[in-house]
């Protein structure tokens, strides 16, 4: 756990502390401190794609809440708080344009949006503002509520025309329930229940509701759903075919219709549009032309470079440097075009033996271009 004041020298802490760990849970409880050592700790979480959580009964604040931000998947208690505020200038305590600049490329750098920035940084430094599950989910900040097996409901999600909830059946899994007004949809899992709030938008059909049904860090990606909610009740829209198999979900509003982007499956692209109370799904091939997206290049080229500093270069350690989180990212740009892993691995031999990294040469064959 991550716990009491931060200071600028705890990142080398951290990443001593962290450095055999293919795959962890970061626990912050901290009032925050070094803005510097917030910022680092969350891009050591970032490079090794760890996930973040605020226990029960814990807060985390300010430069805290930003290293928290770093997580892969970031999780909050159901007692948990998580507090933001503005950068501020040490000597004056004003609110300072070029600190929130360097705010503002850490959060873009962890893959959060502007309008996320522009929420995260928009209390003055002398006050704090609560993390609220709702503001968050509209602005694409990707939380999971977890919950103690003693408080059923899991997450209240305000529409305009009255409460969804999603409840567990009880303390034994793996049932739970979307309920709105007296119509419930049932869930199924085959571990406990936990529930994120995607998004609630707007349209003119009533609220569209996105939630997502998380299975931990080493489980398959989330299943979701789509509801849509008015005055006369709750229509539950999702398709079978609605999902992500690489973990991929993105949702975006066009006035009256939402654009999902859900990755790749079999190496084809996936997308799904909602217009007139309906969801469509469409996958399709992609040119010979087609490359790795640029998010997903940056990260597997930095992954590799670090083939040259490996001690052995043999087949069995190349693959236990990675195996665990670094195979499941693997999985997932199997999806995708071009990436393979035998590839990766091919050219993690090459470099730790030539103790030579050329960062065309390895983009050209792990990226397509």
């Known amino acids: 756990m991550v716990e009491g004041p931060l200071v600028a020298m705890d990142e080398d802490e951290f990443a001593a502390k962290t450095a055999p760990l293919p795959s962890a849970f970061v626990a912050f409880s901290s009032d925050g401190g070094s803005l510097v050592g917030g910022l680092r700790i969350g891009e050591a979480i970032r490079r090794k794609r760890f996930s973040t959580i605020v226990p029960d009964g814990q807060r985390c604040a300010s430069a805290c809440a930003l290293a928290w931000l770093g997580g892969v998947e970031r999780f909050i208690g159901f007692d948990g708080r998580i507090r933001f505020h503005a950068a ?3 000597a004056s305590d004003r609110e300072s344009g070029a600190t929130n600049t360097v705010v503002g490329t850490y959060l873009a750098k962890v893959g959060l949006p502007y309008e996320a920035v522009s929420y995260i940084t928009q209390s003055a430094p002398n006050e704090m503002m609560w993390l609220n599950m709702s503001d968050v989910a509209e602005r694409s900040i990707r ?3 977890l919950s ?4 059923e409901t899991m997450v209240a999600i305000p529409t305009r025309y009255g409460q969804v909830t999603v409840t567990r059946g009880g303390p034994v899994c793996c049932i739970g329930h979307i309920t709105y007004g007296d119509q419930r949809v049932e869930i199924a899992s085959t571990g406990q229940i936990y529930a994120n709030l995607e998004g609630v938008y707007k349209v003119k059909e009533g609220d569209l509701v996105l939630i997502s049904f998380p299975s931990g ?5 989330p299943n979701h759903h789509v509801l849509l909610v008015d005055q006369e009740g709750m229509i539950d829209l999702t398709a079978p075919s609605f999902g ?4 991929t979900f993105k949702a975006i509003q066009r006035g009256d219709e939402v654009h999902f982007d859900l990755g790749f499956e079999e190496r084809r692209k996936k997308t799904a549009v909602y217009k007139n109370k309906t969801v469509t799904v469409d996958v399709r091939s992609l040119g010979p032309e087609a490359s790795l997206p640029k998010n997903e290049c940056a990260t597997i080229l930095n992954m590799v470079e670090t083939c040259v500093r490996l001690l052995e270069c043999n087949d069995e350690r190349i693959f236990e440097n990675f195996a665990m989180a670094g195979q499941r990212y693997f999985n997932k ?9 035998r590839n990766f691995y091919s050219v993690c031999a090459t470099l730790c033996t030539s103790k030579s990294y050329v960062a065309k040469r390895a983009r050209s064959t792990l990226c397509g271009y």
């Open 143 to 145: 939380v999971t509520l």
């Open 88 to 90: 501020s200038d040490a």
């Open 148 to 151: 103690s097996l003693a408080k």
């Open 217 to 221: 860090t080493r489980g398959p990606p």
């Open 333 to 341: 740009l199997e999806e995708m075009t071009v990436f393979t892993s």
């Open 244 to 247: 992500s198999s690489d973990g």
